[in-house]
């Protein structure tokens, strides 16, 4: 079934900022993430029904992602001010 309706929350701009951060530290994308909550809310799809270890684990590796993505960007940093 086609996507054909939007809904439009306000939100902040640091908290939409971070929202979509971490949604590309995860691989994945915000509609997607809001896609899946409505599922699970509407009971699709429960969150219940998850196994609790994998969404642990996929809850570490984004984590990691977010970690790494920082310290990449630190390295840049760095190299950029050496160059300078």
């Known amino acids: 079934?086609?996507?054909?309706?939007?809904?439009?929350?306000r939100i902040s701009e640091d908290k939409k900022e971070a929202f979509m951060n971490k949604a590309k530290?995860?691989?994945t994308s915000v509609s997607k993430l809001l896609m899946d909550f409505i599922?699970?809310?509407l009971a699709e799809?429960?969150?219940?029904?998850?196994?609790?270890?994998?969404v642990k684990l996929k809850s570490e590796v984004a984590e990691m992602k977010q970690q790494f993505?920082?310290?990449q960007q630190q390295q840049?940093?760095?190299l950029g001010e050496s160059a300078a």
């Open 1 to 9: 079934m086609a996507a054909d309706k939007q809904i439009i929350i």
């Open 25 to 27: 530290a995860s691989n």
């Open 39 to 41: 599922d699970s809310y």
């Open 45 to 54: 799809k429960p969150v219940n029904e998850l196994d609790p270890e994998l």
């Open 69 to 71: 993505m920082q310290w």
């Open 76 to 78: 840049y940093e760095m």
